[in-house]
T-cell receptor
Framework: GAVVSQHPSRVICKSGTSVKIECRSL??????MFWYRQFPKQSLMLMAT?????????EQGVEKDKFLINHASLTLSTLTVTSAHPEDSSFYIC???????????FGSGTRLTVV | AQKVTQAQTEISVVEKEDVTLDCVYE???????LFWYKQPPSGELVFLIR??????QNEISGRYSWNFQKSTSSFNFTITASQVVDSAVYFC????????????FGKGTLLTVNP
């Protein structure tokens, strides 16, 4: 159990366009999902906490208008990178858990390249 | 504040050697959870273990073992008889009530197992 699916796994987009990344919990309901960003050879940086039915909570320094998060159902959270720029190129990964203190399952990640 | 320190940035061993990855954590909470994740070159994070602060028993799972010592705030991970497939980045992580159970990651240790 506790499978998290993330799509797409890779995406290349042009500067100025928007990209949507989906994160789905396949076999459980996730009231909370997390979005991380990882630069090459670095650790995971938490971007935001996605809450079902309410606004996401962003970490300090993360532009909420740039990284739009929607958690419309108990099994789906989306991250939209708006007006993407080359510096947004990174590895984005989501996670979810059945209960916040039970551990988290991670999606397979999305490698975004903005050209 | 929560903090996870993985002092070893990179470790290189020869196949069949034993290797220990160190993890030291800081938290003010008495209830907290510690995790280890494996990130192979493909990028996905693979959950290895979750340990709560009230359970100091060491754990063994096949070639993997974990040593949790609250006295030294350490949660070290040992791979016995390492294999090439063990090559990956390994992250130690902490979640506690003070962080609303969000994961705080260490910087990771890149383990390379050479044939």
């Amino acid at each position: 159990g506790a499978v998290v699916s993330q799509h797409p796994s890779r995406v290349i987009c042009k500067s100025g366009t928007s990209v949507k990344i989906e994160c789905r919990s396949l076999d459980f309901q996730a009231t909370t999902m997390f979005w991380y960003r990882q630069f090459p050879k670095q650790s995971l940086m938490l971007m935001a906490t996605s809450n079902e039915g309410s606004k996401a909570t962003y970490e300090q320094g993360v532009e909420k208008d740039k990284f739009l998060i929607n958690h419309a159902s108990l099994t789906l959270s989306t991250l939209t990178v708006t007006s993407a720029h080359p510096e947004d190129s990174s590895f984005y990964i989501c996670s979810a858990g059945k209960k916040v203190n039970y551990g988290y399952t991670f999606g397979s990640g999305t490698r975004l390249t903005v050209v | 504040a929560q903090k996870v320190t993985q002092a070893q940035t990179e470790i290189s061993v020869v196949e069949k050697e034993d290797v220990t990855l160190d993890c030291v954590y800081e938290t003010r909470d008495t209830t907290y959870y510690l995790f280890w994740y494996k990130q192979p070159p493909s990028g996905e994070l693979v959950f290895l273990i979750r340990r709560n602060s009230f359970d100091e028993q060491n754990e063994i799972s096949g070639r993997y073992s974990w040593n949790f010592q609250k006295s030294t705030s350490s949660f070290n991970f040992t791979i016995t008889a390492s294999q090439v497939v063990d090559s990956a980045v390994y992250f130690c992580a902490l979640s506690d009530r003070g962080s609303n159970y969000k994961l705080t990651f260490g910087k990771g240790t890149l383990l390379t197992v050479n044939p």
